[in-house]
């Protein structure tokens, strides 16, 4: 986190020496942009706050943990095909479930079908590719999601 | 303000409840109240404030500073390697949910894009954002985010090519609903 923080005041420096007005306007961008996304985000981790009180540990490492094999994939796989939450929310809502003992890949496999498989959202997708399309995209970045993780549970559980 | 407040009026209820409900925990001493508030909410959320508006700031700085118009021009038919590296590039300076990628496939078929790399600007655009990555990094750490993105890259492009593959380059048509 510090090395990132270092690394956007560098970006910082270098924008506002080439151009004070724009950088200023980025700065105003990326700001209101964050106080619109704040409420989803704290409310997002309040929910999962309660969550984790009535869940005890032991439970999510069995079943999401990074040795519950692929009941933990499928279950995330699910999750994430269908939850609608956009990724700025998600990032600090892993985060999150990674301490309490989801598994890194388990998270991977979840993270990746809420960015690439959406089924609220496979209406909309529709419209412009059309049935067959759509279905076959899906399709792949499914099966592709699960395999990240397997990829990433080998260097997990090294 | 009237706008922000009707937008996330379910948010801000949770939060205004939960504040209450924290609140009255720690005055009558209700220990779930005062844990769920203490174990699970607090230390996240103290992270979490100084990252995020930092973060912000650079998805803002890259929004003044990149224009797609330029990367657009060259992704054509027959654009090869070239094309996929700058189809990705354009994809990671990219902010939004997965379904606001779909309007700009619509522009990059109309310019010539091929079937190939328009899925892999989807692809590309729903994995490795770099604000996205920024806060991948910050969450859940560099070896995760190294990990995935290395996993995710080769997947990508070999969807990109499947799709091409399956669809056959004629009868594919993208519609502007």
């Given at each position: 986190m510090k090395l990132l923080i270092a690394f956007v005041l560098i970006a910082l420096i270098i924008s506002f020496i080439a151009d004070k007005q724009k950088t200023w306007l980025g700065i105003k961008k990326g700001l209101k942009m964050f106080l619109n996304l704040l409420p989803a985000i704290i409310s997002v981790l309040i929910l999962v706050s309660i969550a984790l009180f009535f869940l005890p540990e032991e439970l999510i490492i069995e079943y999401?943990?990074?040795?519950?094999?692929i009941t933990g994939y499928i279950f995330a796989a699910m999750a994430g095909s269908i939850a609608l939450i956009p990724g700025i929310v998600a990032y600090p809502m892993a985060g999150m479930l990674v301490k309490s003992g989801v598994g890194y890949s388990v998270i991977a496999v979840f993270m990746t079908t809420l960015m690439m498989v959406g089924f609220f959202t496979l209406p909309i997708e529709i419209k412009f590719f059309g049935k067959k399309v759509s279905l076959i995209r899906n399709f792949l970045f499914l099966v592709a999601a699960l395999l990240i993780g397997l990829f990433m549970s080998i260097f997990y559980q090294l | 303000m009237k706008q922000f407040i009707k937008k996330n009026k379910i948010n801000l209820a949770v939060i205004g409840v939960f504040s209450v409900f924290t609140a009255l925990s720690f005055f009558i001493d209700y220990q779930p109240g005062k844990l769920i508030f203490r174990e699970h909410f607090y230390p996240f959320f103290q992270g979490m404030i100084i990252f995020l508006p930092v973060m912000f700031i650079l998805i803002g700085l890259g929004d003044v500073w990149i224009n797609r118009d330029k990367v657009e021009?060259?992704?054509?038919?027959?654009?090869g390697i070239k094309g996929i590296i700058l189809v990705i590039f354009l994809s990671m300076a990219q902010v939004g949910?997965?379904?606001?990628a779909f309007p700009v496939t619509y522009l990059l078929w109309k310019k010539g894009a091929s079937i190939r790399n328009i899925f892999i600007y989807i692809g590309a655009f729903c994995t490795i954002k770099i604000p996205m990555l920024t806060f991948e990094i910050g969450f859940l750490g560099w070896k995760f985010s190294l990990l995935r993105t290395a996993a995710s890259i080769p997947a990508i492009i070999l969807i990109g090519i499947l799709m091409e593959k399956i669809i056959g380059k004629k009868n594919f048509k993208i519609k502007q609903p």
């Open positions: 999401l943990g990074e040795e519950s094999g | 021009k060259h992704i054509g038919k027959d654009s949910p997965l379904y606001g």
